[in-house]
């Protein structure tokens, strides 16, 4: 694990942004830990996760010409990233974003921003099941763009629809790259390393059994 990936790790568990408990998912699984972007809910916090995430598409190389953010936590997460991308990296990013419901006044749709055209990267918190990755291509296909990949603070390192990974799955599919700032291998090292709560390992390594791959 990388410096960097361990003070990401550190800060969110610092804000309670990353949670052990018990957690419903949006896949209905049932979960020991959760990872709430929420969290990141003042200017300075948002500015540093945003920071992260400029690095990581950095890193990653994907060529795009659109951020797009899922609604509801993808939204703060694609404007404050391609303020960062401007800001730390000279690197002018339209970007846009979905409402979960069509505004039929005003200015009207369900997409807010710029419009959605060219090759569209996807960032988003969490990727468990998928779904919410499968929703955002269609969103964005409909539009008359193409997926160009997705970049997320977490892989939860989960079964998609089959025996794949949901990750694998989303790559396999559409033919596009997934970037991850941390996976769920980080997270069950960084706890190992604190040995604060074997119990809590133990409980992460069991859910891991069962919905991991
Ligand atoms: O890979 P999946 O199984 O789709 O799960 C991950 C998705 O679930 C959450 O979104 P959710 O729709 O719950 O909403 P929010 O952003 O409105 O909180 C999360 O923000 C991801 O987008
Ligand atoms: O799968 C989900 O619904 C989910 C998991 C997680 O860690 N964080 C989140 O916001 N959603």
Redesign the pocket.
Known sequence: MHDYQRELLSFATEIAALRFGDFT???GRQSPYFFN??LFNTGGRLARLAEAYAAAIQTSGIAFDVLYG?????IPLAASTAMALATQHGRETPYAFNR?EAKDHGEGGAIVGTKLAGCVLII????????????SVEIIRAAGAEPAGVVIALD?Q?RGRDARS?VQEVQDTYGMPVHSILTLTDLIAYLDESGDDAGLVERMQDYRSRYGV
């Open positions: 998912l949006k896949s972007a929420g899922p609604a509801y936590k993808g979960k988003d918190d969490v990727i468990t099941a998928g779904t919410s990755v499968r929703e939860r989960e949901a």
